[in-house]
């Protein structure tokens, strides 16, 4: 029996129960179920296999962790083999794994199966309805003390101020979660039936083994949220969780943060998009004010004075009739040279039966070139005619002669405004015949 003097420091009792553990044991094949695994940024595999009755804590190292091809999940039914140790610093118990092999689904993983495919048969996941967008009302079915719940408010406030929340505080955990969710999901059924169209339900939490899960995993929860006439997002746990509400619902967001983040939109880039629009808008307002000023420049630099334009309808006129006078001369000398022309055929025919025929064919010629010449000078007539008429319309003579005047200062320049005048002042008046020298002697606003 060792003595007081022969006791030993803590860590060479570990250090000796390890090199036991690993002498007398050695190497073991063990089969069980995994929970708790954990990946840290090391690389290592944390985590612990248990049976219905025992649990022991595991680690698979990174050196080994990249050859095993099994998903290592919680709930996962596994064979490892590996080495029985203690780790020292902390006096732990473990098991290193050397490799680690599927050994079936875990009790939980199959149910989960079972009622996934079950409820899949019974169209339970086909809901597709899209969610109102921002919504009047987002009613949130988690716990009130939760992670979740305060990242999902955080997110909700510095994104959408506007938006009108409902918290209710239903267990998300254990066998009185489902029954309450279901039953807070029925009475926000019934609350919201006269506009359900512009309200949706939040059902969230956040993160948790398989096991923490499994309310979520109810059939009958399932069910109530596939028959909701309220869409339904649900954001359970982290992205890899997945459950049966996340296939019942409309929507499944992989956090509950970014749940929040699809339910309501930025702020700050509504913002930013409203002040590019009012850039854009004012941008195109500028272009379309030069755009519009350059015409108006191009337009008065083509605007020509009435009596420019009645001198050239009349320069027009004349040419047209002395072009007409030329063609009647000379149609008029080719008749009278067929004329002479065919006297001389005719001499020795019946002269007189011939000078009365040509005579009268003559005439009718003579006649059909006046008609011509006349109605050809009266369509350049009614021409002139109408021409003077639009430019006399436009022109600002014809607005004196409707008892209009034109004020003048001593230099010529038109006054627009009785605020251009001053008392005493010598002002010059057109009208429409004649101009008259007045003088202002008092001005009127």
């Not at 804590?57 to 709930?75: E, I």
């Not at 948790?208 to 339904?232: Q, Y």
């Not at 001369?329 to 055929?345: N, P």
Request: charged content about 25%; proline content about 4%.
């Amino acid at each position: 029996m060792a003595t007081s003097s022969q006791a030993l420091s803590v860590s060479e009792l570990n250090k000796q129960a390890r090199q036991a553990l690993e002498r007398d044991v050695g190497e073991v094949w063990v089969e069980g179920e995994l929970s708790n695994v954990s990946r840290p940024a090391s690389g290592h595999i944390y985590f612990t296999l248990k049976d219905d009755r025992a649990q022991v804590r595991c680690v698979l190292f990174r050196q080994r962790a990249r050859f095993v091809s099994a998903p290592m999940r919680d709930g996962d039914q596994v064979k490892l083999r590996g080495r029985v140790s203690l780790f020292e610093p902390r006096g732990d118990y473990q098991l290193i794994a050397e490799a680690v092999q599927a050994a079936g689904l875990g009790e939980l993983l199959a149910a989960f199966e079972r009622l996934k495919a079950q409820l899949d048969a019974e169209g339970v996941f086909a809901n597709t309805r899209a969610l109102p967008f921002p919504p009047r009302k987002i009613l949130i079915l988690s716990s009130g003390t939760g992670a979740a719940i305060r990242d999902v408010l955080a997110v909700l406030a510095a994104r959408w101020p506007l938006a009108d929340v409902t918290l209710i505080p239903v267990p998300v955990q254990g066998v009185e979660a489902a029954p309450a969710m279901i039953a807070a999901l029925g009475l926000l059924n019934r609350q919201a039936r006269l506009a359900p169209e512009r309200d949706v339900v939040l059902i969230t939490r956040g993160g948790g083994s398989l096991e923490d899960l499994w309310a979520f995993n109810n059939e009958h929860l399932a069910r109530a949220i596939f028959h909701s006439r309220l869409p339904v997002m649900s954001a359970v746990g982290h992205e890899v969780d997945i459950t049966l509400a996340d296939f019942a619902a409309d929507v499944r967001a992989p956090t509950p943060s970014a749940a929040a983040e699809r339910l309501v939109p930025d702020q700050h880039a509504l913002k930013r998009q409203l002040t590019d629009q009012k850039s854009r808008l004012h941008r195109a307002m500028q272009r379309r004010l030069e755009r519009d000023s350059q015409q108006l420049d191009s337009l008065r630099a083509r605007l020509k004075h009435p009596g420019e334009q009645l001198n050239r309808q009349r320069q027009h006129v004349t040419t047209l009739t002395q072009r007409l006078t030329r063609a009647m001369q000379q149609t008029l000398a080719q008749q009278q040279s067929r004329v002479t022309q065919l006297g001389r055929r005719l001499t020795s025919q019946d002269m007189a039966r011939l000078h009365r025929a040509e005579s009268e064919r003559v005439n009718q010629l003579h006649r059909r070139m006046e008609n011509a010449i006349q109605r050809q000078f009266q369509r350049q007539q009614a021409r002139l005619t109408s021409a003077a008429r639009e430019l006399n319309a436009i022109s600002p003579l014809a607005v004196l002669g409707r008892g209009y005047a034109i004020a003048q200062d001593d230099k010529g320049q038109v006054v627009r405004r009785a605020e251009e005048t001053q008392p005493g002042q010598k002002l010059s008046l057109r009208l429409g015949e004649g101009r008259l020298s007045v003088e202002v002697k008092r001005r009127f606003k």
